[in-house]
């Protein structure tokens, strides 16, 4: 009896806990609706499902508890039963799965008129590239990163001289625009994750994925990384701002193209004439790969003094 009774205030007591409770979605900013229709239906009958299974627990518990002198009937098969329960449940895996197939049918359909971004994850921080006034990006690479060109922009790609890097630095996006972000790594495995976008997918080192979506309202929005990646990850924390056109034009009136970033990197090579009695490529090898690390152990530093 005691069961039973505990069973049916679990029951109870998880469904006042979804009224009840003040944790919710943060509010929408994209076109990504879908998303959270598809979640709703998937929670609505995983939670009737789990009623149902837990009252008939319930139920059984108490109906058929021990009595003295009671005996049980062996029924090992019941055809009308089982017929039953198989169509019950292949209607609701039905349902569970159909309404996801055609959300990523569209979220995978970019339309044609949505600009590309690129957005690059690293241990562990977050950079963006948009196309310049050619509307293109410029072709990249893992292996061009180094302490000047961050993003690995290959230099030869005319495309790529106008692209406008921002580097462990806010995002901004004009509303009611869609975008296709490109989604790179250059080491581990990341996720770029906007709460209220509604979408998000793994970055591969090697590999570019995507996705796109509309910013519906103005705004400024954490992005995280959803896929653990170390032990900073936690601290990888980025910025995306949902500007008016307006203001957007003026923020990317403001920012650096490749090409202008890449300038301070040619003085710099001149300035030190020494180096240049050894081939180029061995004295610029230890920036490569102590820049980076140097830069993260300052930000580490920053949040820690906090
Ligand atoms: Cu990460």
Known sequence: MAVALVLVLVVVGSVMFHLLSPWWWTPIASNWGYIDNTIIIT??????????????????????????????????????????????????????????????????????????????GQQWQWSFRLPGKDGKLGTSDTREVTADNPLGVIAS????????????ADLHLPVGKPVKMLLRSIDVLHDFYVPEFRAKMDMIPGSVTYFWFTPTKTGTFQVLCAELCGQGHPLMHGVVMVDTQQDYVAWLGQQQTFAQLSVPQQTGAADNAPGKTVAPGKTMAPDKTIAPGLKIAAKLETVESR
Not at 47 to 70: I, K, P, S
Not at 157 to 168: K, L, S
């Open 43 to 120: 929670f609505w009958i995983t939670g009737v499902v789990f009623a149902a299974v837990v009252l008939f627990m319930a139920y059984c518990v108490f109906r058929f508890r021990h009595r003295e002198g009671n005996r049980a009937a062996y029924e090992p098969e019941n055809k009308r039963l089982e017929s039953w329960l198989t169509i019950v449940t292949a209607v609701g895996v039905t349902a569970l799965l159909v309404p996801g197939l055609f959300v990523w049918s569209r979220f995978v359909n970019v339309p044609s008129d949505a600009t590309e971004v690129e957005v690059v």
């Open 157 to 168: 790609d005319p495309n790529g001289q106008d692209d406008i890097v921002v580097e462990a």
